[in-house]
């Protein structure tokens, strides 16, 4: 009988080669392929939340929703406090108990409110993209009781990626300075809502500079940011000057700067967030908040 003959070493370590380069070459456009397909999921998310701040606000004849403004004008805004609190009822429509309980300043409370009312999931705030955020944030705790936030107390920001336009305005007191772009009032396809979570700046970058990327959200590694618009159109943004006015949305337009091709960072060279937007005209500045940390994920 004819003996059978096997593969030489040469052989195998030519086909091991080939396999080696053709893996090399295929893992990039997978990944690429995958990041896509993650766009496409955040954006579609927040299409969902946009849909669903214009459902609450037509359905209540009010404004977005929103709980309590910044204790007192000029105070910066708070999302540390915002986690871990229950309520004393079983009842998920339970909204204005909640608008007047929750923490003040809080922008994530417009988000948790759209939860309890079953107008949102807790998923649709999670970006696939974004690397910090874990699971979905859960809707009540083990005894029954509704969350009235989102309870990553913890590790604050790992159950959302977004942000929303800062809803106040300098003069917010306890009482009054809800912005009139979060009243419905001037709503255009040009107003933006809610966004990928932006950066914690130390510095902004003119429209055009080559190192953009590093003022864009970190939810897609620098490459730009989804964005949703009042008319709940969403768009991949390269750059965040897609405001009204060519708004600089991740900065605070300063004063005279009509064009805010710069603007005020989201972190002044003091370390503290802005405290509210300078301008309540049209066209407005929509600055989105809160921020995350590009060193450790954390939010302010």
């Not at 003069?171 to 300075?177: E, L, P, V």
């Not at 805010?260 to 989201?266: D, E, F, I, Y």
Request: proline content about 8%; charged content about 15%.
């Amino acid at each position: 009988m004819k003996k059978s003959r096997g593969f030489t070493l040469i052989e195998l370590l030519v086909v091991v080669s080939i396999i080696a380069l053709l893996i090399s070459i295929l893992l990039p456009s997978l990944g690429k392929a995958k990041e896509l397909a993650n766009r496409a999921h955040c954006a579609a998310n927040l299409r969902g939340i946009t849909q669903s701040l214009t459902v609450y606000a037509q359905f209540n004849e009010s404004s977005f929703p929103i709980a309590n403004p910044p204790a007192a004008a000029g105070t910066s805004y708070d999302v540390t406090t915002a986690a871990a609190h229950t309520t004393t009822t079983a009842d998920s429509t339970m909204a204005s108990l909640y608008a007047s309980s929750a923490p003040n300043g809080c922008p994530t409370s417009a988000l948790w409110i759209l939860n309890l009312q079953r107008l949102a999931q807790p998923k649709l705030f999670l970006c696939k993209s974004d690397k910090y955020v874990g699971s979905p944030a859960p809707l009540m705790d083990p005894t029954g009781n509704y969350y009235n936030g989102f309870s990553d107390n913890v590790n604050i920001g790992s159950q959302y990626s977004y942000a929303i336009a800062y809803p106040w305005l300098p003069s917010t007191s306890s009482s009054a300075g809800l912005a009139p772009w979060w009243r419905g009032k001037d709503q255009d396809s040009t107003m933006v809502l809610v966004s990928d979570m932006p950066p914690v700046l130390t510095a902004t970058l003119p429209k055009g500079d080559p190192n953009i990327s590093t003022n864009n959200s970190p939810n897609h590694d620098g490459a730009g940011q989804n964005v949703g618009f009042a008319d709940t159109h969403v768009d991949f943004c390269r750059d965040p000057y897609v405001g009204q006015g060519n708004d600089n949305i991740f900065s605070v337009r300063a004063a005279a700067d009509a064009s805010s091709v710069k603007g005020t960072p989201l972190k002044s060279a003091g370390g503290a967030l802005p405290s509210a937007l300078t301008t309540s005209v049209f066209p407005y500045d929509a600055v989105m908040v809160p921020a995350r940390s590009t060193t450790n994920g954390g939010v302010q």
